[in-house]
């Protein structure tokens, strides 16, 4: 291999970190945090910003039917294709000023060093801003992604309501950025995504960096028990039909289960309905829905197997009707081993403490696994916080993971000397 140009290249951390601070203005929340939700006013505002930084930036910019905004950083080969940097500047309603944002000005400051140092390389470089990554307006998450993927229709995500009943390709007409792009028309050579951990492991081990290997998948299974409403004075314990005691029982075998599927799944129960809820009626009805999750699919499928067996012993015990449905699936993703390697490597020649890391929320680089090679490159945030106004990260954290990425995505768009 030749030499590596750029060898103690950095990213300007001044500017990246100012280039945040500018855009957590846009779209603000009520706690320090942002509201900057899909297709809403700020959303557009949150556009237009990027839109001028990006062009300021040379880049020439291409939007699809999604409303996803590809930036376009050309390469020195007509025939290469463009390698992705990118992640989402939407935001969740109390939303943090990271979750997103610093995957995509990360990729925009990685432009931006890559003109100050007046590097070119073989592959183009898009910088992309996907929309509705969060899913919190429009459900589901990763909206765009997933119909950049074929996971969706197009029609099936114009047709996406919001609470108040407006529909996604009414809002993104409204705010102005239907593009002319066929969704997935796009050919990408790779995908890297920058992103916040969300989780607190990075900082409870003291690292730097998350080389993400995997992305969880996931089952949620939704169970409906059905005992027999009594009263809870008069109905003796031999003659009860409790659905809220096999509830509490299964709950407690899923913990059972899940933590002898350790290391790296995670099963409980977040959604629970009570019927008829009364402080002297024994339940008649319990619905409540089980999440599991583990990067591991054998694990997966053996943990969704257990679960439903031993609910269906439980229940038969105590005379306790059982059905399940299942009511949301991921599969889970896999990332392009030597895109890790060379996030690892990165991290490692930077000097930067590392560890591998399985991310345990969804993201748009988990759709664009099935178009390409794809990664992450993860840093830490505060107590794991996010999703939340208080979501906090520190500069030198932002930094390290820019940096990474920088050197990550180069190996990959290849320097041309
Ligand atoms: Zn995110």
Known sequence: MAAFAGENMRINADRLWDTLME???????????????????????????????????????????????????????????????????????????????????????????????????????????????????????????????????????????????LSYGDELKRIGWVGEEEVGARKMHAYYEYHIEQGPILEAENKEIGVVTHCQGLWWLEFTLTGKEA????????????????????????????????????????????????????????TFSVDIRTADQDKLDSMRAKIETQAAEICAELGVGCSVEAVGHFDPVTFAPELVANVRDAAEELGYSHMDIVSGAGHDACWAAKMAPATMVMCPCVDGLSHNEAEDISKEWATAGADVLLRAVLKTAEIVE
């Open 23 to 165: 855009m957590a203005k846009v779209g603000p929340g009520i706690a320090g945090g942002n509201n900057r939700q899909t297709l809403t006013d700020a959303d557009a505002e949150g556009r237009v910003l990027f839109q001028k930084w990006c062009e300021d930036a040379g880049l020439t910019m291409g939007v699809d039917k999604m409303g996803t905004m590809f930036m376009t950083r050309p390469g020195t080969d007509p025939d290469a294709l463009p390698v992705y940097v990118g992640s989402h500047l939407d935001t969740q309603p109390t939303g943090g000023k990271y979750d997103g944002v610093l995957g995509v000005l990360s990729a925009l400051e990685l432009a931006r060093t890559l003109n100050d140092l007046n590097i070119k390389t073989r592959h183009p470089i898009v910088v992309t801003n996907w929309a509705n990554e969060e899913g919190a307006r429009f459900a589901p998450a990763m909206l765009a992604s997933g119909v950049f993927a074929g996971i969706h229709t197009l029609e099936y995500a114009y047709g996406r309501k919001d609470p108040e009943g």
């Open 231 to 286: 009263h809870t004075g008069s109905t003796p314990m031999a003659m009860r039909v409790n659905a809220g005691l096999a509830m509490a029982r299964i709950l407690e075998m899923v913990q059972t289960v899940a933590m002898d599927a350790q290391p790296n799944a995670v099963g409980g129960v977040g959604q629970m309905f009570f019927s008829p809820n009364s402080r002297n009626v024994l339940p008649g009805k319990v």
